[in-house]
Every structure is written in structure tokens, then in C-alpha cells.
């Protein structure tokens, strides 16, 4: 009888002190709660679209068709594979996101080692500040600042190459099919390099500095102390953000910018390589109203980012002990 008495004041004394808890971090819970209503909107809601990849849905039928609208089964899909553009805007995705991937999953890493190493504190806050500035300035300025400096008729890079007698012409740097994987990547290198270095920095900054004193007592050099120190101790931070990248490669990796430039830097002159996935999906579910098949194609690229991220993870386990989930 008593042990019953006990375990039913414990109820109320427990839901007491739980409440109490959240009346003290009642602002951090609405910090919470807010995060979840977003995705909740803008990113749970809206997976209901997935149907419309497998049903006859027009834009007509509202809200309501996307439930009542006739099953098409996957002959949006099998259209899909037969468009007449389907391997080249493939290629030009899978291209232009490996691309980035090699060129800009390293750049962060040997920015935030190089930003580690200085040792003069007022030049490395102005060179980190002034790093990830870029991060924050959106693609369309991006897109007024790469006309400013390489079109073709007042491009300023332009303008010192012929005025050092280096070309004989101008070169056609945004209307050229053979200029646009190297414009978009290098734009994205220098937009989002240095917002990337700081979650680097950060895991740098959780090395124990004991250890390098160690090493430089022992008579190890900078380059072995990053090689055999910094490295390692970024290793486990280093995987997982190598997961999310390959994660979201058809999306633009690291950067995840591939939409943006495409659709902004892209034009008649260049649209060879800069027509990707989900430009053509956009262009033909506005453009052409034709929804289902856009939504086909948006999720043929979701099943496939879901499938690498979990085989990533896999092999990140397996080979390196460390991985996302």
C-alpha cells in the first residue's frame, strides 16, 4: 500500500518539475517549436505533391486534383527517360556537380587549416570576415558581378586582356557553352568557400592545443602538426559533411547552387551545358503546365540523393568509423 502511495505522488511531483522546465526554457522551446511549424509547411505539406507524379493532374483541378485526379501510373517517368534531353541535361547535372564536389569540398578545409596557422589575430578576423561576406550576397547580384567583370562588350576582365594584347577578341566567357562548368564553379568557390571554412574552424578549434605543444617539443614541424594533429582531429566533422554533400550532389554539393546558376547564368548561347535536371523540370511545370511530369522528375532526383546518402553513410561507416546517423 505504501509502495502504491509512492508511485502515485511521484506522478504529480514528476509532471510538476517537467513543467516547471519548460516555464524556464519557455523561450529556447519556442525557438523550437518555430523551426518545427517551417518544416512542417515547407517541407512536410507539400511531399503530398508527390502524387501528382503518378496521376493526370492539370493545374485546372486545384488543390482537390492532386487526390481526385485519374492514376498515370509511372508513364511520366518512362517519358522521362525517352525525352530527346534527357542524357544531355544528365550529363550536364552530373558533370557540373562532380565538378564542384572535387573543386569545392577541399577549399573550405585548406582555407580554415591556412586560418588556423596565422598567427597575426587582426588580419585573420579581416580575411575570415571577409570570406564568408559573399555567402550572404544573392545569385542575382552574383550574376550582375560576373557581367561586370567578363562580358563581352564591357567586361572588365575582357578589357585588360585585350588591352595586353593577350587575345585578339573578346571571349564570349557568358554565352559560351565552353566557359559555363568553369563560371559556375568558380563563383561558387568564392560565394560559399569561406562560410563552409567556419564549421572547419570550429572543429579545429575543439583540437586539444596540448597536443600540438607536444609535437612541436618533439621537434615536428607545422606541416607534420597539421598532417598528424589537424587532420585527424577534423576527421570525424570532415566525413559527415562529405556525406551531406554527396548527399545533395544533384543539387550542387557543398555549395547547393546548381538551380540558381543554371537558371540565372544560363542563356541560348550556353544552353548546351548549362541545362540541368531541375531547370528543365521547372521551365516545363511553369512554362508548359505540364506538373506531373515536372514532379516525376523532381523525384527521380530525390529517390536518387536519398539512395547516396544513405550508401555514403554506409561507407563512411564501415571504412572510417564515423558517420551521420
Known sequence: MTADTNTTDAKPIRSSLVWKRFKRQRTLHLFVWIGILYLLVFAYTPMFGILMAFKNYTIVQGIKGIFTSSWAGFKYFIEFYNDYKFYDIVRNTLVLSF???IFTFPIPILFAI?????KNMAFKRVVQTASYLPHFISWVVVLGLSFTFFSSNVGLINQLLLD???IDKPLPILTSPNYFWGLAVGSAMWKEAGWWAIIFLAAIAGINPTLYEA????????LARIWHITL???RGTVVVVLILTIGSILGGGLVGSNFDQAFLMGNAGNNDTSEIVQT???????AQGRYSYAAAIDLVQSVISVILIFTSNAIARKVSGTSLF
Open 280 to 286: 528543365y523540370a521547372f521551365k516545363v511545370g511553369l
Open 99 to 101: 565538378l564542384k564536389v
Open 114 to 118: 591556412m586560418l588556423n596557422e596565422a
Open 215 to 222: 609535437a612541436q617539443i618533439d621537434g615536428a614541424g607545422r
Open 232 to 234: 585527424p582531429g577534423i
Open 164 to 166: 595586353w594584347g593577350w
